[in-house]
T-cell receptor, first 111, second 115 residues
Framework: KNEVEQSPQNLTAQEGEFITINCSYS?????LHWLQQHPGGGIVSLFM???GKKKHGRLIATINIQEKHSSLHITASHPRDSAVYIC?????????????FGKGTHLIIQP | DSGVTQTPKHLITATGQRVTLRCSPR?????VYWYQQSLDQGLQFLIQ???????AKGNILERFSAQQFPDLHSELNLSSLELGDSALYFC??????????????FGPGTRLTVT
């Protein structure tokens, strides 16, 4: 079973700061997802990665398959980025790809 | 708006009862996933269907069952409900076909409260 660890669990930063959230996993995967969950409960998919780096606006996600590690970066953070960020992985299950989730990082950006 | 719909939004019921949660995937998506989010367990994968067939099972209890219909909508049936079943239940969908992982699109969730 894959164990997914995220750090930090909680992060409070000032508007404009560069944010990094880390995710490590224990077993080889076929893909890794970064998700965002707002206080209302809705979950939004930010990225799906199997290698390298992806960028969308102020968000950047990287993955190092050999080290079993991924990072999510937020540049020029803004109060609207306040949310829970969740890392989730997909194992090699022969076509099945239910996600295994980390416990999430609760991010608060103060104005 | 992800394009995935779930009904109902909220459900309050008593212990021992049975409920059905419904999910309609994005147009064209063949895979449907069910997830449970509780305060103590976090997010957990329950079950996946692909084009009407069960594809994978996660931490789904025997009291729970699901199915995907020919029009690709899915239902999650929860029976003999216990207080610990109170949680947010999410459905997600993806195009998913043949050994390649795709992004998953989440519905708004159904909040189940068992009293």
């Amino acid at each position: 079973k894959n164990e997914v660890e995220q750090s930090p669990q909680n992060l409070t930063a000032q508007e404009g700061e560069f944010i990094t959230i880390n995710c490590s996993y224990s077993v080889g995967i076929s893909a890794l997802h970064w998700l965002q969950q707002h206080p209302g409960g809705g979950i939004v998919s930010l990225f799906m990665l199997s290698s390298g780096k992806k960028k969308h606006g102020r968000l950047i996600a990287t993955i190092n398959i050999q080290e079993k590690h991924s990072s999510l970066h937020i540049t020029a953070s803004h109060p609207r980025d306040s949310a829970v960020y969740i890392c989730a992985v997909v194992g090699h299950h022969g076509g099945a790809d239910g996600l295994t989730f980390g416990k999430g990082t609760h991010l608060i950006i103060q104005p | 708006d992800s394009g995935v719909t779930q009904t109902p939004k909220h459900l309050i019921t008593a212990t021992g009862q049975r409920v059905t949660l419904r999910c309609s995937p994005r147009s064209g998506d063949l895979s449907v996933y069910w997830y449970q989010q509780s305060l103590d367990q976090g997010l957990q994968f329950l079950i996946q269907y692909y084009n009407g067939e069960e594809r994978a099972k996660g931490n789904i209890l025997e009291r729970f069952s699901a199915q995907q219909f020919p029009d690709l909508h899915s239902e999650l049936n929860l029976s003999s409900l216990e207080l610990g079943d109170s949680a947010l239940y999410f459905c997600a969908s993806s195009p998913r076909g043949g050994g390649v992982s795709y992004e998953q699109y989440f519905g708004p969730g159904t909040r189940l409260t068992v009293t």
